[in-house]
């Protein structure tokens, strides 16, 4: 029989060691704990609130189809839904406001009066607790328009959820409303070999059938193109075309071209046990459920499936949370000093200190753990180099891997110098 070898001892003994002093996590996570809105994020648009440590599992999507962006059109009836849990054992309340912005997220000059119908507040209070399992938490849902507030001008908004009692402001989550007025038509190209070192490149193109109330389109028209929902970057078509009657052509520029090769982890933890391919060990306790999950190998973990569930991932609504330790092996080409984060649907794919990874030097590898909800999530290491998020230098591969596109079409209206928002298109470029 063959002995252990060094690395499999040392495995077994961080396994042992990780169960018996990893700490209890506590449910009384305090507010303090709110990040300011300056934070480096793939997601968080100028003026966001981060949502803080005690809020959890948050969703905001269509009502209907949760792997839908928060995106309705004026006039019909859709809605968004939002639920989230408060790590708490009591019941709290909440109120929920609305703010217009215009295209790059300053707030625009409109009054309510020409924006809602009926009063800009919604409370949102009578969680349904679950106080069966550590940490106790209760899930709050609401959805809007509703009776209370209709919405009667298109363009940005963000929602701001605040406390109650304090008037403090929790956390805010960026939406856009529509008008679907006007045909927009969006295409995707690939090019292969043309980015830094032959990574591969997506051109993103198309026309807009304008209506007949634009007389200027190449003034009055922008167009913004969104790479799989991350909506703190954009991108601008420097090349348009208004030759043809009512139809204004776009396209990006070479500088310009997305890159085709973005990648993600998938983590799917809705069967929590040895039997999960994903799980290395597995605690379950009376108060917290502990995983460490397998390691991560650059150049071999990303899943080459696009799921997309409102960057938020899809936690099981009734599930416990578990304690999760990632672990994530470079193949020796960092420096035990480089900033590696984990970014992803848990944490709004925002660099936290809390989601830094800690070189460990016995395994050689970076590990970090957090809290999340048993379900299925979306996640990536990136590297924080001179306060920016270098999202792909832990990529992969520079090969094609599937993307979404989602663009809006905004036009500044004349009379009230706002921005509102004629139409949006999703596209998926090919495989």
Same mark, same amino acid.
């Given at each position: 029989?063959?002995?252990?070898?060094?690395?499999?001892?040392?495995?077994? #003994?961080?396994?042992?060691?990780?169960?018996?002093?990893?700490?209890?996590?506590? !449910?009384?996570?305090?507010?303090?704990?709110?990040?300011?809105?300056?934070?480096?994020?793939?997601?968080?648009?100028?003026?966001?609130?981060?949502?803080?440590?005690?809020?959890?599992?948050? @969703?905001?999507?269509?009502?209907?189809?949760?792997?839908?962006?928060?995106? #309705?059109?004026?006039?019909?009836?859709?809605? &968004?839904?939002?639920?989230?849990?408060?790590?708490?054992?009591?019941?709290?309340?909440?109120?929920?406001?609305?703010?217009?912005?215009?295209?790059?997220?300053?707030?625009?000059?409109?009054?309510?009066?020409?924006?809602?119908?009926?009063?800009?507040?919604?409370?949102?209070?009578?969680?349904?607790?679950?106080?069966?399992?550590?940490?106790?938490?209760?899930?709050?849902?609401? /959805?809007?328009?509703?009776? +209370?507030?209709?919405?009667?001008?298109? $363009?940005?908004? *963000?929602?701001?959820?605040?406390?109650? @009692?304090?008037?403090? /402001?929790? %956390?805010?989550?960026?939406?856009?409303?529509? /008008?679907?007025?006007?045909?927009?038509?969006?295409?995707?190209? =690939?090019?292969?070999?043309?980015?830094?070192?032959?990574?591969?490149?997506?051109?993103?193109?198309? /026309?807009?059938?304008?209506?007949?109330?634009?007389?200027?389109? @190449?003034? +009055?028209?922008?167009?913004?193109?969104?790479?799989?929902?991350?909506?703190? +970057? #954009?991108?601008?078509?420097?090349?348009?075309? =208004?030759?043809?009657?009512?139809?204004?052509?776009?396209? *990006?520029?070479?500088?310009?071209?997305?890159?085709?090769?973005?990648?993600?982890?998938?983590?799917?933890?809705?069967? &929590?046990?040895?039997?999960?391919?994903?799980?290395?060990?597995?605690?379950?306790?009376?108060?917290?459920?502990?995983?460490?999950?397998?390691?991560?190998?650059?150049? %071999?973990?990303?899943?080459?499936?696009?799921?997309?569930?409102?960057?938020? $991932?899809?936690?099981?609504?009734? $599930?416990?949370?578990?304690?999760?330790? #990632?672990?994530? +092996?470079?193949?020796?080409?960092?420096?035990?000093?480089?900033?590696?984060?984990?970014?992803?649907?848990?944490?709004?794919?925002?660099?936290?200190?809390?989601?830094?990874?800690?070189?460990?030097?016995?395994?050689?590898?970076? !590990?970090?753990?957090?809290?999340?909800?048993?379900?299925?999530?979306?996640?990536?290491?990136?590297?924080?180099?001179?306060?920016?998020?270098?999202? &792909?230098?832990?990529?992969?591969?520079?090969?094609?891997? @599937?993307?979404?596109?989602?663009?809006?079409?905004?036009?500044?209206?004349?009379?009230?110098?706002?921005?509102?928002?004629?139409?949006?298109?999703?596209?998926?470029? $090919? %495989?």
């Amino acid at each position: 029989m063959k002995a252990p070898s060094v690395f499999n001892l040392l495995v077994l #003994f961080s396994l042992l060691v990780w169960f018996s002093c990893t700490p209890e996590v506590s !449910e009384a996570i305090s507010n303090s704990d709110l990040q300011n809105n300056s934070a480096l994020s793939l997601t968080l648009v100028p003026g966001q609130v981060p949502i803080p440590n005690s809020i959890k599992s948050v @969703q905001f999507h269509k009502k209907g189809t949760p792997d839908s962006a928060p995106i #309705f059109t004026l006039g019909t009836n859709e809605k &968004l839904t939002v639920t989230f849990d408060e790590l708490s054992s009591i019941s709290g309340q909440f109120i929920v406001r609305f703010t217009h912005h215009n295209r790059n997220w300053e707030k625009s000059n409109q009054p309510d009066i020409l924006l809602f119908e009926g009063f800009n507040e919604i409370t949102v209070q009578g969680g349904n607790a679950n106080l069966r399992v550590r940490p106790n938490y209760h899930t709050y849902s609401f /959805e809007f328009p509703n009776r +209370e507030i209709q919405f009667k001008t298109s $363009g940005n908004y *963000l929602m701001h959820v605040y406390d109650f @009692q304090s008037g403090t /402001e929790l %956390f805010s989550m960026p939406f856009f409303v529509t /008008e679907k007025s006007g045909e927009l038509y969006p295409n995707v190209q =690939t090019i292969f070999s043309s980015g830094l070192m032959g990574a591969a490149q997506d051109e993103v193109y198309g /026309e807009f059938q304008y209506p007949d109330f634009v007389l200027f389109p @190449q003034f +009055e028209l922008k167009i913004h193109m969104y790479q799989n929902r991350f909506w703190s +970057e #954009f991108k601008q078509p420097r090349e348009i075309d =208004t030759s043809r009657e009512q139809i204004l052509g776009f396209r *990006l520029n070479s500088d310009q071209l997305f890159p085709s090769y973005f990648d993600f982890n998938f983590l799917d933890l809705e069967e &929590l046990s040895l039997q999960n391919p994903q799980i290395f060990g597995y605690e379950p306790g009376p108060n917290l459920d502990r995983v460490i999950l397998k390691d991560d190998f650059l150049n %071999f973990s990303s899943d080459p499936r696009i799921i997309f569930e409102t960057g938020f $991932g899809r936690p099981n609504r009734n $599930g416990r949370y578990i304690d999760a330790t #990632f672990r994530f +092996e470079d193949g020796g080409i960092l420096s035990d000093k480089t900033a590696v984060y984990l970014l992803g649907d848990f944490n709004q794919w925002t660099v936290n200190e809390r989601f830094r990874m800690v070189y460990n030097p016995d395994l050689s590898l970076f !590990e970090t753990n957090t809290l999340l909800k048993r379900g299925s999530y979306q996640y990536k290491y990136v590297e924080v180099k001179s306060e920016s998020i270098n999202s &792909l230098s832990l990529n992969d591969s520079i090969t094609k891997n @599937q993307q979404e596109y989602t663009l809006l079409v905004y036009y500044q209206d004349p009379e009230y110098l706002y921005d509102r928002i004629l139409a949006v298109s999703r596209i998926l470029s $090919g %495989f």
